[in-house]
């Protein structure tokens, strides 16, 4: 009788053990006086996986800066250049912006407005139709430290002048005289000429008057015909500096 009662309180401390146990139990095999051993194995939390998307905190990681990165390039009638920013910049004192044409010339300009979005560049003789690019240094995003420089390319809408020529003359197929019909003022001027074939020719302007305009052209052949553009012109009431367009024939 008394074996009897000794098993059943076994059996039942047994038994709480597995219920009441945060853990698995697996009971072993009884040993001859009826005692039960039992081995206890805890089971883990699983481990939380730190890259499994959705486990990330937000707004700790900070999406990289594209604030200096330019929205669009626009170029008015006035001379006016205008870089639209995507974001807000700020300025270096190294800023500086360079107008380069087709064949790599520098063309004169100067920045004339910025604020944190738009940066605005001052440029005169700017032929129409024509593709330039302009290279702005020392520009800050808004979350960057270092400078960056951009280049970005624009078509030139064409500066408007009263500007007009009265009479193209040809001399010694290497000069060709523009004459004006009123007086004509010129700033940082310079010349562009092109051959029926669309060829850039050497040309260089050698005399500047209010009433003409005098052009010194390198290979002019006779039958050809080529057309000038001098930029940075205008009459006395103008505010703007614009271009004149002329095209010659050699005889």
Do not use: H
């Not at 008057?209 to 103008?238: D, F, H, L």
């Amino acid at each position: 009788m008394r074996k009897n009662v000794k098993g059943i309180a076994v059996g039942m401390l047994t038994m709480s053990m597995l219920v009441s146990a945060p853990t698995m139990a697996f009971a072993g095999q009884t040993n001859g006086i009826g005692d039960t051993s039992v081995t206890a194995i805890t089971q883990l939390a699983p481990k939380k996986d730190v890259n499994k998307p959705g486990n990330d905190k937000p707004g700790t990681t900070k999406p990289k800066a594209e604030s200096q990165k330019v929205s669009k390039v626009t170029c008015t009638s006035a001379g006016k250049v205008n870089i639209s920013f995507k974001g807000k910049v700020t300025y270096t004192n190294e800023l500086k912006a360079v107008i380069k044409d087709a064949e790599g010339r520098e063309i004169p300009c100067k920045i004339s407005k910025k604020n944190k979005s738009l940066l605005t560049v001052a440029v005169a003789g700017l032929v129409k139709d024509q593709t330039y690019a302009i290279t702005i240094e020392g520009i800050l995003g808004k979350d960057s430290t270092e400078a960056a420089t951009i280049t970005k390319n624009f078509v030139a809408k064409g500066m408007k002048t009263q500007t007009k020529v009265g009479k193209a003359t040809v001399e010694n197929k290497k000069f060709v005289v523009l004459k004006m019909q009123a007086a004509t003022y010129y700033k940082d001027a310079t010349v562009v000429v092109k051959d029926a074939d669309g060829n850039t020719c050497d040309a260089k302007i050698v005399k500047k008057a209010k009433g003409n305009i005098k052009i010194q052209i390198a290979g002019m052949k006779k039958g050809k015909s080529y057309t000038v553009t001098v930029n940075g012109v205008r009459t006395q009431k103008e505010k703007n500096y614009g271009s004149i367009t002329r095209t010659v024939t050699v005889k």
